[in-house]
């Protein structure tokens, strides 16, 4: 059984997992309007493993006993200045992201909840890789700066993810 403050924690979890999902959509959106294709497809598996970690948290919440209470989806941005401004962006939400598992994971040590330390270890590790991955992608942006042929091929390079 969930503790009072867990369950409260974990549903906020949950919002903040469909708001993920829903800045991501927003950004693969905007990537279509700019016709960066990869882009707009890199964002929309995103958005979808944003809705994933969501379900699972969700589940958790329901298989211990809890109570999901679903709150309002945060309007997300529309627009960015670059494909640059867009993985700025989403490399600090990562980050945001990130910060909160950890909040999450010492919230479960405090309340002497094994269960959830266990279930929130692998959210730990997921972090890691969406940080390292965003945090790659950001980069080669940066590198590459204003030369429209390598943000291309970059943009190609994305498309192909999740057609592996």
Request: overall charge negative.
């Given at each position: 059984?969930?503790s009072k403050k867990?369950?409260?924690?974990?549903?906020?979890?949950?919002?903040?997992?469909?708001?993920?999902?829903?800045?991501?959509?927003?950004?693969?959106?905007?990537?279509?309007?700019?016709?960066?294709?990869?882009?707009?497809?890199?964002?929309?598996?995103?958005?979808q493993e944003e809705?994933?970690?969501?379900?699972?948290?969700?589940?958790?919440?329901?298989?211990?006993?809890?109570?999901?209470?679903?709150?309002?989806?945060?309007?997300?941005?529309?627009?960015?200045?670059?494909?640059?401004?867009?993985?700025?962006?989403?490399?600090?939400?990562?980050?945001?992201?990130?910060?909160?598992?950890?909040?999450?994971?010492?919230?479960?040590?405090?309340?002497?909840?094994?269960?959830?330390?266990?279930?929130?270890?692998?959210?730990?590790?997921?972090?890691?890789?969406?940080?390292?991955?965003?945090?790659?992608?950001?980069?080669?942006?940066?590198?590459?700066?204003?030369?429209?042929?390598?943000?291309?091929?970059?943009?190609?390079?994305?498309?192909?993810?999740?057609?592996?």
């Open positions: 059984m969930l867990m369950q409260t924690a974990l549903n906020k979890q949950i919002k903040m997992e469909m708001d993920s999902a829903y800045l991501y959509m927003s950004m693969s959106n905007w990537s279509a309007e700019q016709n960066l294709l990869g882009f707009a497809n890199w964002m929309m598996l995103q958005y809705m994933a970690h969501a379900m699972k948290l969700y589940k958790y919440v329901q298989e211990r006993g809890g109570k999901v209470t679903l709150d309002e989806i945060a309007k997300p941005k529309a627009s960015w200045k670059s494909a640059r401004d867009m993985f700025e962006e989403t490399l600090a939400h990562e980050k945001k992201v990130t910060a909160s598992i950890h909040n999450l994971f010492e919230l479960a040590d405090d309340e002497k909840d094994p269960a959830s330390e266990v279930m929130l270890h692998w959210f730990i590790s997921e972090q890691v890789e969406e940080e390292a991955t965003a945090d790659e992608i950001l980069q080669k942006i940066i590198m590459i700066g204003d030369k429209s042929t390598a943000l291309w091929w970059i943009d190609k390079e994305l498309g192909k993810r999740g057609k592996e």
